[in-house]
């Protein structure tokens, strides 16, 4: 196993940078708790909804609106793991997910690539991905493989199933995963059972993280309930990661998207819970600013670094392994 260092504990030495004080990190998560109770979230499937009513929040069919009381919240935080262990094909590549460990991915998901022999640009295909997985693999700065490229040379529908194989066959580190929606969990999961020889070894040593992402603001969409719901009864982590963008799907303060992101994040995470409780989640985060002039996503800009910096401050609050967006 992988020892991953820490980050952000106090010391003598060093450098930190913490957005919020402590008493800030609290408006916060108070805030979000008032958004959750009194707005809510919109979640899309019945299912969810069920699970959502099963665990005494208030559920309005008609609207599909949940408001989720405080008390719920705060029970779901506390019943999800502040410790998890992400597995590779070699168990010299687990990694430890905990309360002041930092490890490090590669980003995703790109849609084109530099072709290595022509230095031609075009659209990514699936040996791509295998290709780039294998040179991740050899990366010892790596720590888990994210879907670098997508497979664009297959169906749209199965993409996340293809690009899933191509992962688990070139990597012996943990892989984080972006299934398109339940379907292709389950049979993701399939795979792993056949590397892995049963459920029961995916269960007890979870090589991939289900990514999966609300949409802003404030909405549970189908794929991402159902993502969250069989990763939770698989017994495999699932990453609940927001997009917000700040002046435009949320408010332009960095304390106005904080609360609307932990407010989607949170919601995952709950339904996570009332679907299995101690089930493994991670919070997660590619929230950024957008960028007025193009309506675009600026990625890796300063305000995108304040960003991650203030979500790296709530999951510490929270005691929740993070899965958040660099540059």
Known sequence: MKRNLFAGRRR????????FTDDEVQDIHLATLEVLDRTGVWVEIDEALDVFSDGG???DRETRIVRIPPHIVEDAIRSAPASI?????DPANDIVLEDGRVGFSNFGEGVMVVDPYSGELRASTKRDLTDIARLVDALPEVDVFEIAVG?????????????HEAAIAGQTKPISGGPLDGRAVRISLAMLEAVQGSADAVRERPMMIMGTCP????????DCCEIVIEAARAGVPSC???MAMAGGSSPVTLAGTLVTHNAEVLAGIVLAQLTERGSKVLYGSSTTAMDLRLAA??????????????????ARQYRLPSYIAGA
């Open 240 to 242: 609940v990661l927001s």
């Open 12 to 19: 003598s030495g060093g450098i930190g940078l913490d957005v």
């Open 85 to 89: 262990t992400l597995c590779g094909r």
């Open 297 to 314: 996503a600026s990625v890796g800009s300063p305000e995108c670094a304040l960003i991650s910096a203030g979500v790296a401050q709530l």
């Open 151 to 163: 497979a664009g040379d297959v169906p749209p529908a199965t993409a996340s199933i293809h690009n």
């Open 215 to 222: 949409v802003s603001p404030l909405k549970l969409v189908g």
């Open 57 to 59: 929040c208030v559920v």
